[in-house]
């Protein structure tokens, strides 16, 4: 089926530093997602995007996260600064016009 | 959470019988989406649904809107079916996917 693909897949960083993770979403689709997941815990909805702007953000998508696609290329989540709470898996999904989400294999985030 | 409440938390089986996951909303959903996290951490689309049912295999999964539950059956289980379940509520007005706590399975020769 349709794949979503994330970059990279396992990220390490120091507290106070900034991280981008990358999302290739499935090529002809037009709406992108950002999903949280503590580890053993439930995913959780950050934000969702479309023609450029953010659509929705839930109130764990905080101050310190930004989203982009700049020119059709990746479907960015940026943290800047990160923080020990922000250790988890991200996970990024896209759809089409139907409500199918798609979603791509995870981006490990430990924050140190 | 309790907007998407799934059932049982955990479930232990035998390989070769069946069970049924179920998933009740609080929320409005307009359709559901059933997946599978493997130990990998990878989700596995299972299902997509309106309201009715579909079926793929071993699997077969229902959603009625009107009552706001699903449910998924698992037939004739495999060592492969173990991981944890989420279904995720899809509402078309605020274009939110939901997410249940999960059902965590283990499939035991």
């Known amino acids: 089926g349709p794949k979503v693909l994330q970059i990279p897949s396992h990220q390490i960083i120091d507290m106070g530093q900034m991280v981008t993770l990358n999302c290739d979403p499935v090529?002809?689709?037009?709406?992108f997602y950002w999903y949280k997941q503590i580890l053993g815990q439930q995913m959780e909805f950050l934000v969702n995007?479309?023609?450029?702007?953010?659509?929705?953000k839930s109130k764990l998508f905080k101050d310190q996260f930004s989203v982009e696609r700049p020119d059709g290329s990746y479907f960015t989540l940026k943290i800047q600064p990160t923080a020990l709470e922000d250790s988890a898996v991200y996970f990024c999904?896209?759809?089409?016009?139907?409500?199918?989400?798609?979603f791509g294999p995870g981006t490990r985030l430990l924050v140190l | 959470g309790d907007k998407v409440k799934q059932s049982p938390s955990a479930l232990s089986l035998q390989e070769g019988t069946n069970s049924a996951l179920r998933c009740n909303f609080s929320?409005?959903?307009?359709?559901v989406q059933w997946f599978l996290q493997n130990p990998r951490g990878s989700l596995i689309n299972l299902f997509y649904?309106?309201?009715g049912t579909k079926e793929n295999g071993r699997l077969k999964s229902a959603f009625d809107s009107k009552e706001s539950y699903s449910t998924l059956h698992i037939r004739d289980a495999q060592l492969e079916d173990s991981g944890t379940y989420f279904c995720?509520?899809?509402?078309?007005?605020?274009?939110?996917?939901?997410f249940g706590d999960g059902t965590v399975l283990t499939v035991k020769p």
């Open positions: 929320i409005a959903a307009t359709t």
């Open positions: 649904l309106v309201p």
């Open positions: 995720a509520a899809y509402n078309t007005n605020t274009g939110k996917l939901t």
């Open positions: 995007f479309y023609n450029g702007k953010v659509m929705e």
């Open positions: 999904a896209s759809r089409q016009g139907g409500d199918t989400q798609y």
């Open positions: 090529s002809n689709h037009l709406y």
